[in-house]
Each structure stands twice: as structure tokens, then as C-alpha cells.
């Protein structure tokens, strides 16, 4: 059994809020008694993509598990790369994670200059690859953007584009036992390519519904930051969100 924190948009800048709140999370899941096998970042990491924010980033995050980032549409690749993995380039920043059991293969979906993503045919033929290198490991695969609508039309308008290509790798490899997705700012779960597909909460703020607001775009910043976790036994993935209080 394998338990992994799932983290996302923690937004860093220059105020003490988005600072103490990711400082947070991350003593709350380095003082978990319990084992914990890894952390998976799906994005938004700096509020500006400047290297002054993954800087403070870089030490806000670090952790005594193991830990796997990708960007989001809010972070540069170059200054992601520069600070947080000691790189030169702005290619995308897809990484993969082995852990005894588990593949984590995560893909850069950021587009620079936009804020809905794609994945680029790199980045798709970076993923057919890593899953084929290990066909009889359990995997999950993650990245900022969801690949479907979440009911949430401000969300919804800069999803991930053209899911379809993501969904024929997918179908190539049937040991993927979920996707992962940050760029909500509210847990939720849904279906993509026959696969469970989990958005993780939001740690800088919550992202309301439209049943929950009048506005396009509102975020409540009373509500804690949250995370998930989810727990793989075998083949079977269970999520459980839990607030930083």
C-alpha cells in the first residue's frame, strides 16, 4: 500500500499568506506519524514565474519525501527550471517519479503566454515512453490542467486542449490507474479515458462554484488550505482531502 499527498497551487509571491500557508501543509506532512511515500506538485508554484518566488518556493517545498513539481500556466519554465531543478532551457518540465510499485509521470501542460494548456507532441512522446519502459507497474499521471470540464465555466475555458491525444496514450497503457490535475483551486473527481481523473484543492485559496457564487470567478480566502491524499492498494486508488487547519 502506498500513501502519496497531492498538492497544488500554492501561488507563492511576495505576501507572508501564500508563504505560511504552503509552510504549512508542508509541516503538517512532515509531522504525519504515518508513512508517506511521496509528494506530487501539480503546478502553479509562483504567482509571477519570477525567480525570486521559486526561490522561496524551493525552501517552502522541501520535504523529507520524496517530491515530484510540474508547472502550471503561472510559472516560467525557464525560472521553474532554473531555481527548482539547477537546469538551463525552457523546454517543458515533464518528470518522472519511481517509487517501489508506482510510476508518477508528471507532464508540463503550461503553455507560455496562456493560461489554458496543451501538451506538446515532446511531452506526449516523453509519456508514451516512460509508460512503456515499466508495462506491469501500477502509474498515475499528472499535470496542471484538467482534460474535461469540471462545471466550472471560468475553469472550464482554460482546461487542457486537445485531451484527445493524452487519451490515446492513455489507452496504450492500461496499467495508468488515474490522472491527476491541479488549476481548480477545489477538490473534485471525475472521468477521463476510462480512468479516474482527481483534481487536487487549492493551498493559496478555494475556488467557488457556480451554485456557491454570483461571480464568474470568486475564491474564498476564509477557507484553510487543502491537500489530498490518496491511497493506492494494488489496483484500487481511494482519495481523501483533508484542510491545513
Not at 532554473?82 to 508528471?106: E, F, I, S, T
Not at 509519456?127 to 470540464?149: F, I, K, Q, T, Y
Request: aromatic residues 2%; glycine residues 6%; charged residues 20%.
Amino acid at each position: 500500500m502506498l500513501t502519496l499527498a497531492h498538492v497544488s497551487d500554492i501561488h507563492i509571491d511576495d505576501s507572508p499568506r501564500s508563504i505560511e500557508r504552503t509552510r504549512a501543509v508542508m509541516r503538517h506532512l512532515d509531522g504525519l506519524p504515518g508513512p508517506l511515500d511521496a509528494v506530487i506538485v501539480t503546478g502553479d508554484i509562483a504567482d509571477h514565474g519570477t525567480v525570486e518566488e521559486y526561490e522561496i518556493a524551493r525552501q517552502a517545498l522541501t520535504s523529507r519525501h520524496p517530491t515530484v513539481i510540474c508547472p502550471g500556466n503561472h510559472d516560467s519554465r525557464a525560472a521553474f527550471r532554473k531555481v527548482l531543478l539547477d537546469q538551463d532551457g525552457d523546454d517543458p518540465v515533464n518528470q518522472v517519479l519511481r517509487l517501489d510499485g508506482l510510476v508518477v509521470a508528471l507532464c508540463d501542460s503550461s503553455v507560455p503566454g496562456r493560461h489554458d494548456g496543451l501538451l506538446t507532441e515532446e511531452t506526449l512522446a516523453w509519456l508514451d515512453g516512460v509508460l512503456a519502459e515499466s508495462p506491469d507497474v501500477p502509474a498515475l499521471v499528472g499535470m496542471h490542467h484538467p482534460a474535461v470540464p469540471l462545471g466550472i465555466p471560468y475553469v472550464d475555458d482554460i482546461r487542457l486542449r486537445e485531451p484527445e491525444r493524452l487519451e490515446a496514450v492513455l489507452s496504450r497503457h492500461p496499467q495508468v490507474v488515474a490522472v491527476l490535475a491541479g488549476h481548480a483551486h477545489t477538490p473534485a473527481s471525475t472521468w477521463f479515458a476510462g480512468r479516474p481523473l482527481l483534481v487536487a484543492p487549492g493551498v493559496i485559496n478555494t475556488l467557488l462554484l457556480p451554485t456557491e457564487t454570483a461571480e464568474r470567478r470568486s475564491f474564498d480566502l476564509s477557507l484553510p488550505p487543502q491537500i489530498a491524499l490518496h491511497v493506492l492498494d494494488g489496483d484500487r486508488l481511494t482519495t481523501h482531502v483533508r484542510p491545513i487547519l
